[in-house]
């Protein structure tokens, strides 16, 4: 008994170790604080900065790889959406770790017309805490950062279902911008 007790204990162990080196630890912008600033370029090769969307709700979203087929998924999604984020004064940014070519080619395949940023220095995707390290490469992690016009945090997702992500984050600045009573 005291063998299986052990056991367990040992694979909790391993599966949290594993489950922080995967992610990179836990330093990613609170709720509530201000969200990192950065400048990155677009698929265009044009530098796009974080503070260039002041008075705008930011919906930053880093997602592992074009082309593939959950990112193809939650791409298309916040394209399909992008008249509802229009209306509420918000814009998307996806950022992962290909380059302004991979994403040029991206956009032009799925028809995307949101700016999808080159984080090839992997430094915006440390900054929010997105890194995968999968040893030998590393990739953007799935999170996304709801960022308000004057540029602090309002909600994280670290766990991103990409088939409702879209309907979620709209959900989410439904409740934020409604009035206080």
């Known amino acids: 008994m005291w063998m299986a007790i ?38 265009e090769g044009k530098p796009i900065s974080l503070h260039d969307f002041k008075g ?3 919906v930053l979203y880093f997602y592992p790889k074009d082309m593939t087929t959950g990112c193809t998924i939650e791409a298309h999604n916040f394209q399909r959406d992008l008249a509802k984020y229009d209306a509420k004064k918000a814009v998307i940014l996806g950022v992962s770790m290909q380059d302004e070519k991979s994403h040029q080619e991206f956009c032009a395949k799925e028809s995307l017309t949101f700016k999808l940023l080159a984080d090839t220095n992997k430094e915006v995707s440390e900054k929010y805490d997105s890194v995968m390290n999968l040893g030998v490469a590393k990739l953007s992690a799935r999170h996304t950062y709801l960022i308000d ?5 309002r909600r994280v997702w670290t766990s991103v279902d990409v088939k409702t992500h879209s309907d979620d984050v709209l959900t989410s600045l439904d409740e934020l911008q409604k009035p206080s009573s």
């Open 56 to 58: 705008k709700w930011v």
């Open 149 to 153: 016009p004057n540029g602090v945090v």
């Open 6 to 43: 052990g056991g367990i204990l040992a694979a909790a162990v391993l599966l949290a170790v594993l489950s922080a080196s995967l992610r990179g630890g836990d330093k990613s912008p609170a709720v509530g604080t201000p969200a990192p600033d950065f400048t990155l370029n677009s698929q």
